[in-house]
């Protein structure tokens, strides 16, 4: 019989500010057996975060890190912020509607190790209200891009992305909502893919890589 190896899930924070539904399609797909990444913190920067309550509800450990007591010291926040992460020996972190940046330092401890999912199709569109800009700028293809996090805003090696299509008639609500509905299928699939080390810091160089 075939010697059967137990390969250890890697340990996933989500950051969120909000809702947080993409949240929820990560703990949901993170359920199923053979997911290689488990949803083991859930961490926001805003006390009453609607997410919050789902995810106590799923009995994932959650902590609130409120950035307004740290005022302007970014570096001390994050301090609180990495406190949480190595108390849960976190492997990954998923920001997801996570509203604050990162200093430099910051995103360099995490190098490799942090996905960011945003509601278009980077490079096309950084920033906020997105969907409200793509109409504006008449797009006919919308969508939504998770990516590595880096030092610059909403750039970053690209790890999974889905278009959706601009049709006559919409507005802002009914585009997020045809966006959203992509967010929460291509989430977890970059999720996997970072987990199982076939892209970013624990990935084979592609030279090495049979063809
Ligand atoms: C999502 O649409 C996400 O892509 C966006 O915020 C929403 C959060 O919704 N993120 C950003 O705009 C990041 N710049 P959720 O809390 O229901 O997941």
């Not at 802002?172 to 291509?186: I, N």
Request: glycine fraction near 6%.
């Amino acid at each position: 019989m075939a010697e059967q190896t137990a390969v250890e899930k890697k340990r996933v924070a989500v950051l969120i500010s909000g809702r947080g539904s993409n949240m929820t399609a990560l703990i949901e797909a993170a359920k199923a057996d053979d997911y290689p990444a488990a949803i083991v913190l859930v961490i926001s920067n805003v006390p009453d975060a609607a997410g919050l309550e789902r995810a106590r509800a799923e009995a994932i450990a959650t902590a609130v890190v409120d950035h307004r007591p740290f005022g302007d010291d970014r570096e001390a926040f994050e301090r609180a912020l990495d406190g949480e992460l190595h108390r849960h020996r976190i492997d990954l972190i998923c920001l997801a509607g996570f509203m604050r940046l990162f200093t430099k330092n910051f995103v360099e401890r995490w190098s490799g190790r942090m996905l960011n999912i945003h509601p278009a199709l980077l490079p096309h569109f950084k920033g906020l209200h997105t969907h409200r800009r793509a109409l504006a700028a008449g797009v006919k293809e919308h969508g939504a891009t998770v990516h590595l996090v880096v030092p610059e805003m909403d750039a970053g090696p690209i790890v999974a992305q889905e278009a959706v299509p601009v049709l006559a008639g919409d507005t802002e609500e009914s585009l997020a909502a045809r966006v959203l509905a992509v967010e929460h299928r291509l989430y977890p699939q970059a999720l996997r893919l970072i987990a199982e080390g076939r892209v970013g810091a624990a990935a084979e160089p592609a030279a090495s890589r049979s063809a």
